[in-house]
């Protein structure tokens, strides 16, 4: 059974850095890739950052275009996002998701994670 | 970037009855797209992939249709669990950064 477990949430001020993990179970890590879908309160969902399976390449949303960072540890079978320069459009439950093809990097997600809150707010 | 608009932003209906959901794209995803249902406090389900692929152990009243720009999922029967949450999601475009997600449809519970 595919189990994603993020982590590293919380409150943090304006212009502040948060890392989030996942942790990976029930799947061969290496071979998938995962991604960050986040969705702020009472609205929908807007995907984040994606990366391949083999970590060789990433790709980011436009609004997170050089403050946000996803990165992986295969050794680990975690998946980080580094947040810095946080603003207040940024609160939002993060979730992670796994991709449904081995073979193609972030076109559908179908396993999730319950999702970790970020608040950001002075 | 391409815009999934869907509709009704609410649908209100009885157990039972039959559910038409549509997202609309701004331009062609070919098939590219598909339908997640999230209920309050959960993290969102794969419920169809490619347009009209029911993604593992979703129930066969669900059901995708539709190519190019016009998308509909159809709940046949509407069972009390799937008063929920629906959005469309589409990346037809290499590199992904073009993957976007409608607004969703509520269904309700009349």
């Known amino acids: 059974e595919v189990q994603l477990l993020e982590s590293g949430g919380g409150l943090v001020q304006p212009g502040g850095s948060l890392r989030l993990s996942c942790a990976a179970s029930g799947f061969t890590f290496s071979s998938y890739g995962m991604n960050w879908v986040r969705q702020a309160p009472g609205k929908g969902l807007e995907w984040v950052s994606g990366i391949m399976g083999s970590g060789d390449n990433t790709y980011n949303a436009d609004s997170v275009k050089g403050r946000f960072t996803i990165s992986r540890d295969t050794s680990k079978n975690t998946l980080y996002l580094q947040m810095n320069s946080l603003r207040a459009e940024d609160t939002a439950v993060y979730y992670c998701a796994k991709d449904f093809d081995p073979g193609v990097t972030t076109r559908y997600f179908d396993s999730w994670g319950q999702g970790t809150l970020v608040t950001v707010s002075s | 970037e391409i815009v999934l608009t869907q509709s009704p932003a609410i649908l209100s209906l009885s157990p039972g009855e039959r559910a038409t959901l549509s997202c609309r794209a701004s331009q062609s995803v070919t098939n590219y797209l598909a339908w997640y249902q999230q209920k309050p406090g959960q993290a969102p389900r794969l419920l169809i992939y490619?347009?009209?692929k029911r993604a593992t152990g979703i129930p066969a009243r669900f059901s995708g249709s539709g190519s190019g720009t016009d998308f509909t999922l159809t709940i046949s029967s509407l069972e009390p669990e799937d008063f929920a949450m629906y959005y469309c999601q589409q990346r037809s475009k290499w590199p992904p950064e073009g993957l976007t997600f409608g607004g969703g449809t509520k269904v309700e519970i009349k």
């Open positions: 490619d347009a009209s």
